[in-house]
């Protein structure tokens, strides 16, 4: 079917209709109008606004700065009034920095270029200062899952370390009550929170010099232990925990994680679980595509469970008799006979 063109000597232009004809296949009228109208229309259209121009962020003092160089190297700073970072490749002014946005490239007294930009938590936990060892970012997320950390979760954290584990669950939402036993680990994680996330972080976050191997005061949806011996923790979890409530234990060695789940049955939890996450890059240029050389493999053990009933009162298990000294295997050797099954393993 011929559309109609000035090449088309058949065809009707919509013009020639006249005034208040329809155009071919238009309601009367409602396809073309005169030049009055059209200019009617036109000033009535309504016109896309122009779009604003972004405006990105920029550096202030105060600010944690992540600084890359060419290799990938990275170094954390904070920004101050007139201060340097010094370094290999020379001197860089802090006021080099503050007032650009992210992703500026500055340089160095020695010509070393730089980009900056601002860290991510994950960032921040690899380069924070810290006395004890911290979780990596690899295992937070898994466990901020396996734990189902949510906004107003009332969480207890026995052994907060560095804070690293306490940063992750606070920016998730949570209330988190910390018990620690060596004062200095408290201060320090108090001050990374802080530092972090800031005070309205550190009005949901109290931690204790305490331990938790005695006693748990309160009542908690979560309980989530960075021990060495997190059975010792379980009788107080089972008393503390509401019913459904979800206890994690990071564990380095597997022989821990088998001592805690031995534990956790004869305390009424159930659905227990653990798992290992492990990390592997890729290598990805143009069609060149292979895993990375290296990977972060083994860091430790997730191992989560939820209470499903009332623990097994004293008296009933002579064998546990409410003490986990009496509860645990012989350092996973499997040596020790079974609290619920007395003679059977040798």
């Known amino acids: 079917m011929t559309t109609p063109t000035e090449s088309d000597p058949e065809a009707t232009p919509a013009a020639d209709a006249g005034e208040g004809s329809a155009a071919p296949g238009d309601p009367a009228g409602a396809g073309v109008g005169t030049g009055d109208q059209l200019e009617t229309l036109a000033s009535t259209a309504v016109v896309p606004a122009a779009k604003a121009k972004r405006q990105d962020p920029v550096f ?34 802090h006021g080099d920095i503050i007032g650009q946005p992210e992703g500026v490239q500055v340089k160095s007294s020695h010509g070393l270029r ?15 200062k810290r006395g004890a060892q911290v979780i990596y970012p690899k295992d937070l997320g898994p466990l901020l899952m396996l734990a189902d950390i949510a906004p107003g979760v009332q969480v207890l954290e026995s052994g907060v370390g560095s ?17 620690e036993i060596r004062d200095d680990f408290a201060r ?6 802080e530092s972090y996330l800031g005070e309205e972080a550190m009005s ?14 309160g009542d908690y949806g979560r309980c989530v232990l960075d021990l060495p011996e997190p059975w010792q923790v379980v009788p107080h979890a089972a008393t503390a925990l509401h019913r459904g ?9 597997i022989t821990q994680a088998v001592r805690f789940r031995e534990v956790l049955e004869r305390y009424g939890f159930g659905m227990s679980q653990t798992i290992e996450v492990m990390q592997r890059g890729w290598h990805i240029d ?20 939820r209470l499903m009933s009332d623990p097994t009162p004293p008296g009933k298990d002579a064998a546990t008799n409410g003490s986990p000294s009496d509860t645990s295997l012989g350092e996973g050797t499997g040596d020790d006979p079974h609290p619920d099954d007395p003679g059977t393993r040798r």
């Open 60 to 93: 202030e003092v105060g600010d944690r700065v992540l600084l890359i160089d060419r290799k990938k190297r990275r170094n954390m700073i904070l920004l101050e009034e007139g201060g340097e970072w010094h370094s290999h490749a020379g001197v860089l002014a």
């Open 114 to 128: 730089l980009h900056c930009i601002k860290p991510t938590l994950s960032d921040f936990v690899l380069k924070m």
């Open 163 to 179: 804070g690293a584990l306490s940063m992750t669950m606070l920016r998730a939402g949570a209330i988190v009550t910390g018990y």
């Open 188 to 193: 320090r994680a108090q001050r990374n929170v």
């Open 204 to 217: 949901r976050y109290h931690v204790e010099v305490r331990s938790s191997y005695e006693q748990i005061d």
């Open 245 to 253: 409530g979800i206890i994690v234990a990071y564990t380095p060695q």
């Open 286 to 305: 143009g069609q060149a595509v292979r895993p990375d050389h290296r990977m972060v493999a083994h860091t430790g053990f997730l191992t989560s469970a």
